[in-house]
């Protein structure tokens, strides 16, 4: 069972431009994520990794859609990549992160996504924080027919939710007059802003839920009372454990992604689990190995 740093150095070659380490199918890009363990970490992607993640991504979005019907008439906000952030590359070429976020679903969900972005993905590469911040609060406030937020963080939603408020006048004034006038109307009749008033065809908030994320949800209930919140599963930079599905207690084991085995954490000496070995009710710690060249990498 490795860790993140016994895959740096071999990363390090691929990064400097190397074919053939880890995998021999082609880097397509890397992505950056941090952990205990580094402040930060550059993870391979392959197609191989890509289609592994849209295993996963794909049933769950089908399972949205079918689950609420009322989602395929409305538009999406999605936002994964970190906001500000430079289109960078190694120093053998391969490209830092995803020049669209809809880039981490396959052709088909990417041709239908791209279509319903309440967002433009040109927005995320805007360098200025705060420009970046009105850009974004505009863009969801123009859009009446918002329908579906999916993010990360709640903390990161909170956050925006926190800077409409504060500049609510400014970004109503900078609106549509009919747009506007509705959005007031919303107002004064709901008494307090919330994410019901400013979109009111909204049907779903996917976020981060458990774990550390769980203690950050009351906010997010106080934004939007009455919105369903679904939690994200485990979803990690390096790779997909679990992912939600529509009516079931917690998710489901993403196991036509990768392959998973399973760390007791009451006993981590022993032989890790296959997903038909684990039993309810214990804690287990992933260990993944994926398509991207990371082979037994505990997640931790």
Not at 42 to 65: K, M, S, Y
Request: proline share 6%.
């Amino acid at each position: 069972i490795a860790r993140f740093d016994d895959f740096a150095p071999h990363i390090e070659r691929i990064a400097c431009g190397e074919s053939a380490v880890l995998t021999r199918a082609q880097v397509r890009m890397f992505e950056r994520t941090s952990g205990s363990t580094s402040a930060n970490k550059l993870v391979p992607f392959t197609d191989g990794l890509f289609r592994e993640i849209a295993a996963a991504t794909h049933p769950w979005l089908f399972d949205l859609f079918r689950g609420i019907p009322s989602l395929r008439s409305t538009r999406s906000y999605w936002s994964i990549s970190p906001a500000g952030r430079d289109r960078a590359r190694t120093s053998g070429g391969i490209p830092i992160g995803v020049e669209d976020d809809t880039e981490y679903f396959g052709a088909i969900a990417r041709w239908i996504l791209s279509g319903t972005l309440v967002v433009r993905p040109s927005v995320a590469r805007i360098r200025n924080l705060d420009r970046w911040r009105w850009e974004t609060c505009r863009s969801l406030m123009l859009a009446e027919d918002l329908g579906l937020i999916s993010v990360w963080s709640p903390t990161f939603l909170s956050l925006l939710m926190e800077a409409i408020e504060r500049e609510l006048e400014d970004l109503l004034s900078s609106l549509p007059e009919e747009r506007a006038t509705r959005i007031r109307a919303a107002l004064d009749r709901e008494g307090m802003l919330t994410g019901e008033v400013i979109w009111p065809r909204l049907g779903l908030v996917s976020c981060w839920s458990d774990g550390p994320s769980r203690g950050f949800l009351p906010a997010i209930e106080r934004w939007f009372p009455r919105t369903q919140i679904q939690p994200k599963g485990l979803l990690a930079t390096e790779g997909v454990v679990s992912f939600p599905l529509l009516g079931e207690q917690g998710s489901v084991l993403a196991v036509a992604s990768h392959f998973l085995e399973f760390v007791e954490v009451d006993s981590p000496g022993r032989t890790p689990l296959l997903a038909h070995e684990l039993r309810e009710g214990a804690a287990y710690s992933p260990v993944l190995t994926t398509s991207g060249g990371l082979y037994r990498y505990h997640l931790q």
